[in-house]
């Protein structure tokens, strides 16, 4: 089993920032990549992009692409979404997820979840 810990979350206002964090512990080992999704209330849950467990490749859902940046600590076993110019239909809750699929895309299926962590940003 891996688990995964979201933090970071909270509320910002329109055009600001906020840094979301991932921690991954347990059986790690069979993990190729990470991923962001968000869920806003009422909507189906949304892909936001992922990185390899390498952190040599990032895919992103080409609406974020630009605002959104997914980065990796190897050292550290962390994953971070960087989001920026935030606006108020980014509000939502956060997960984080991982996937043990050799073949890697943006639809692929996430085998282990987080708790997920809200963010709402006012207008």
């Known amino acids: 089993q891996v688990q995964l810990v979201e933090s970071g979350g909270g509320l910002v206002q329109a055009g600001g920032s906020l840094r979301l964090s991932c921690a991954a512990s347990g059986r790690t080992f069979g993990v190729n990549a990470m991923g962001w999704f968000r869920q806003a209330p009422g909507k189906e849950r949304e892909f936001v992009g992922y990185?390899?467990?390498?952190?040599?490749?990032?895919a992103y859902a080409d609406s974020l692409k630009g605002r959104f940046t997914i980065s990796r600590d190897i050292a550290k076993n962390t994953v971070s979404l960087q989001m920026n110019s935030l606006r108020s239909e980014d509000t939502a809750v956060y997960y984080c997820?991982?996937?043990?699929?050799?073949?890697?895309?943006?639809?692929?299926?996430?085998?282990?979840w987080g708790q997920g962590t809200q963010v709402t940003v006012s207008s």
């Open positions: 990185i390899t467990w390498r952190g040599d490749f990032t």
């Open positions: 997820a991982a996937t043990t699929r050799t073949t890697l895309s943006r639809g692929m299926n996430f085998d282990y």
